[in-house]
């Protein structure tokens, strides 16, 4: 349980003190690269871009997952010690939590003046066109993106890495850079317009639908607001993903305000969209619940560590005279 716990810790240390790490050395963007490759038409029929979207969904993933055990593996063998720092830096890796919050809040202050910064910076969190959109709308984009990201940037890794870290560090490994897989392919992808991401769309959103629900419970938790939980059903499956919505109307919620992607989708719409003061406390918030979503997962890790301990002394018992 120490171990994990250990592992967990730095990982989370490194993202707080390093934030992302440069693009040409970040594993992410390599494997980004891999997904571009694979980006390209390998029929000429729809069905066939189908299907070969199913056999890259199914490998994709895999490859990073292969990769991260791999080297945790390997670094195990050397020294313990090593494989848990290992395990560290692929977990930091999958994660990002002090990038996301800094980028919401240049967003946001932005919006207090220079809205041609604003519009440049929000296209780091949202692909929309920013081009025409107030200095609400960009806030709201900004609260939108911040609480969606929470669950892809931190919960979708953190929590299956801290069911396996206590069984194996190169499984935990595992699944943390499979889920990661599965969410650069999503991103890369996952457009009505590319159907060979179909696959790849429907297994991120398997993927992503307990993580979305945690989110939006750590955010309520957050907000010291389990009444913005409940109210998040109204709105939860507004936006076209079936799991984005719970932590998206779960903030507008718990921030009294309305959240917007023209044309698309409104939540909480008898609210106000974001003012200034609404958009400092959604960074706030998001990075509280943030520290929500590790103790969920301290907690996870001591949950798995006691129950191992009790299975091996009942087995301790019948086998040992």
Request: with cysteine.
């Amino acid at each position: 349980m120490l171990t994990a716990l250990a592992v967990i810790g730095l990982a989370v240390s490194l993202d707080l003190l390093v934030g992302e790490p440069p693009t040409p050395a970040h594993p992410v963007a390599w494997f980004g690269r891999l997904v571009g490759a694979l980006d390209r038409d390998w029929s000429e029929s729809e069905r066939g871009q189908r299907l070969a979207g199913v056999g890259i969904a199914a490998l994709a993933p895999l490859v990073a997952a292969v990769v991260a055990a791999g080297v945790v593996f390997a670094a195990t063998a050397v020294h313990p010690m090593v494989g848990g720092v290992v395990a560290a830096v692929v977990l930091f890796l999958t994660i990002s939590i002090r990038s996301l919050l800094e980028l919401t809040q240049t967003v946001v202050a932005a919006t207090d003046g220079d809205l041609a910064d604003a519009r440049t910076q929000v296209r780091g969190l949202v692909g929309r066109d920013a081009s025409t959109l107030s200095a609400a709308e960009l806030r709201s984009a900004a609260v939108e993106s911040a609480a969606e990201n929470l669950a892809d940037g931190l919960v979708a890794a953190l929590l299956p890495f801290a069911v396996l870290a206590p069984i194996s560090l190169p499984a935990a490994a595992a699944v943390a850079a499979w889920v990661k897989g599965v969410n650069t392919l999503d991103s890369m992808l996952g457009y009505p317009s590319k159907p060979v991401g179909t696959a790849s769309a429907r297994l991120d959103d398997l993927v992503m639908y307990l993580p979305a629900r945690i989110s939006a419970a750590a955010i309520a938790i957050a907000a010291v607001d389990p009444a913005a939980l409940v109210s998040a059903r109204a709105w939860s499956r507004v936006p076209p993903s079936p799991n984005s919505g719970w932590p998206m109307a779960t903030i507008a919620c718990a921030l009294a305000s309305r959240l917007e992607k023209p044309d698309v989708y409104t939540l909480n719409p008898d609210a106000d969209l974001p003012t200034l003061a609404d958009g400092e406390r959604a960074v706030s918030l998001v990075g509280r619940a943030a520290g929500v979503s590790i103790v969920i997962a301290a907690v996870l890790v001591a949950l798995v560590s006691t129950g191992l301990g009790l299975e091996s002394s009942m087995l301790a018992e019948v086998f040992l005279p």
